[in-house]
């Protein structure tokens, strides 16, 4: 049966320029000398955790296991080049499973010219487990980093948050596109995507950049899918709650000067809103400012894997 899905695959998979020797030896040969600033990044996904088999289709969980990579390397502005997955799918049905989360892969591959080099299956009596590792390159305007951000900085985002649980955590598009071009036309100090929280993904860039972070939440994009999963759970918890903790939104955040924030915010260049939400401050920490201008603390909410 694995060899019958690797044959499947084999037959799938588009021709790459990078792929000297794709799937099928005992590993991959990219043609990637010359390649300067090879960026990696792997992320694992487990049924129960990252989504639950029973009621998601797998299409939809394959495309997640490669989007939440891709959206690493947006993080980085580097653009993309190679992938390897690994999976271990549950013995029954595990043919079936392995075909459709790579009939969810494949088309978000070759929507950024992504080459599947290879990877790894297994079966065994466990849940799902799918991981991807991806290769990028940082371009010619150097990498997009934590550290970087300095006091008087405006912090940027792109889009909106909350309530990705409702469909978008599988859905959403990576900002490799619009990461790449903001990188190109303004001068970022500092970036990361959100992928466990507004608040608490700021809070790390704000401390590796040895800083801390004042947000205006009066400003913070409410994605309409926050309000409805508000008004679902009617748990007390805010549309701003679940903006600032729900996590899986997979923007960005960016660090820029004020005078290059007013450019960029008066350019809206992405087709999708560049919103200014607060400013980087000498103070460690996050901060909510209120409409009165008081400084308070604000809760790094947000997703922390538990280690007992």
């Given at each position: 049966m694995e060899q019958q899905f690797i044959a499947w695959l084999r037959e799938r998979l588009p021709p790459h320029p990078l792929l000297q020797l794709?799937?099928?030896?005992?590993?991959?040969i990219l043609r990637m000398a010359g390649v300067d600033g090879c960026?990696?990044?792997?992320?694992?996904?487990?049924?129960?955790?990252?989504?639950?088999?029973?009621?998601?289709?797998?299409?939809?969980?394959?495309?997640?296991?490669?989007?939440?990579n891709l959206s690493d390397l947006a993080a980085m502005a580097a653009r993309p080049l190679a992938a390897v997955l690994a999976v271990a799918l549950p013995k029954k049905g595990a043919g079936e499973l392995a075909i459709k989360l790579y009939e969810?892969?494949?088309?978000?591959?070759?929507?950024?010219?992504?080459?599947?080099?290879?990877?790894?299956?297994?079966?065994?009596?466990?849940?799902?487990?799918?991981?991807?590792?991806?290769?990028?390159?940082?371009?010619?305007d150097g990498?997009?980093?934590?550290k970087g951000a300095m006091p008087g900085d405006r912090i940027l985002v792109t889009g909106a948050f909350g309530g990705s649980i409702l469909g978008r955590q599988f859905d959403f598009e990576p900002r490799v596109r619009e990461a790449l071009l903001l990188n190109r036309r303004y001068d970022l100090h500092a970036g990361m995507d959100v992928s466990d929280g507004l608040a608490i993904d700021l809070s790390r860039l704000s401390r590796e950049s040895g800083c801390g972070a004042i947000v205006e939440t009066d400003r913070v994009p409410i994605h309409a899918d926050s309000v409805r999963l508000a008004r679902q759970q009617n748990d007390g918890r805010t549309p701003l709650d679940h903006a600032l903790g729900d996590g899986e939104d997979f923007e960005l955040i960016l660090?820029?000067?004020?005078?290059e924030a007013a450019t960029m915010l008066a350019d809206q260049p992405l087709g999708i809103p560049l919103t200014d939400i607060g400013s980087f401050g000498?103070?460690?920490?996050?901060?909510?400012?209120?409409?009165?201008?008081?400084?308070?603390?604000?809760?790094?909410?947000?997703?922390?894997?538990?280690?007992?």
């Open positions: 794709g799937p099928g030896d005992d590993a991959a960026v990696i990044t792997v992320d694992l996904l487990t049924d129960r955790v990252d989504f639950i088999l029973a009621e998601v289709d797998p299409r939809r969980i394959g495309r997640k296991a490669l989007a939440v969810g892969i494949l088309p978000l591959a070759e929507r950024y010219d992504l080459a599947i080099a290879g990877g790894d299956t297994n079966t065994w009596d466990g849940p799902l487990v799918i991981t991807a590792t991806l290769l990028g390159q940082v371009t010619v990498p997009l980093c934590r660090a820029v000067s004020p005078s000498d103070t460690p920490g996050l901060w909510t400012r209120g409409s009165d201008g008081h400084i308070e603390p604000l809760a790094a909410t947000g997703w922390e894997h538990a280690f007992e």
